[in-house]
């Protein structure tokens, strides 16, 4: 990303309002890219399963219940939204592959979040387009 604007005595303001201007049409370009990376995986994904991905990539070996908070999510929704990226949706369906849910080493009958290949492979893509 570009450096931060410097506004100094002989700066014209008009000058650094469309520098302002072009740089934050860049960074939009960059989100929008990242949006039409996950359509294209799944044209009707939620932001809260974009959200449940990115805090997986995050915190990787969270519970369920820690990413149920950090997204504020119920623990309903966090489940949900995890088995859509999972490997099976709860429709039975396919599911997309990127995350995977792993017994916790330190209670058997929890489960922590871990990306799939596929998954780190995807956020890595879009950490790309955010970075250009």
């Known amino acids: 990303m570009g450096s931060p604007i410097q506004i100094t ?15 934050i049409k860049q960074a939009a370009h960059r989100i929008w890219c ?3 990376e ?5 044209p009707d994904m939620p932001l ?6 990115i805090t997986v990539a995050l915190r990787e ?6 990413a149920a908070n950090l997204t504020d999510q119920t623990t309903a929704s966090i489940t949900r939204n995890l088995q859509a990226l999972g490997q099976v949706h709860r ?4 599911g997309l592959n990127l995350v995977e849910l792993k017994p916790n080493p330190e209670d058997g009958r929890k489960k922590t979040c871990h990306l799939t290949p596929n998954g ?12 250009r």
């Open 34 to 36: 990242v949006f039409e």
């Open 48 to 53: 809260q399963q974009a959200a449940t991905l």
């Open 61 to 66: 070996g969270l519970g369920v219940i820690e």
């Open 9 to 23: 005595e002989n700066s014209s303001p008009h000058v650094n309002a469309c520098e302002h201007n072009r740089e």
């Open 120 to 131: 780190l492979a995807l956020v890595t893509k879009l950490a790309l387009h955010v970075g």
């Open 91 to 94: 429709t039975g369906k396919p």
């Open 38 to 42: 996950l359509r294209r995986l799944d």
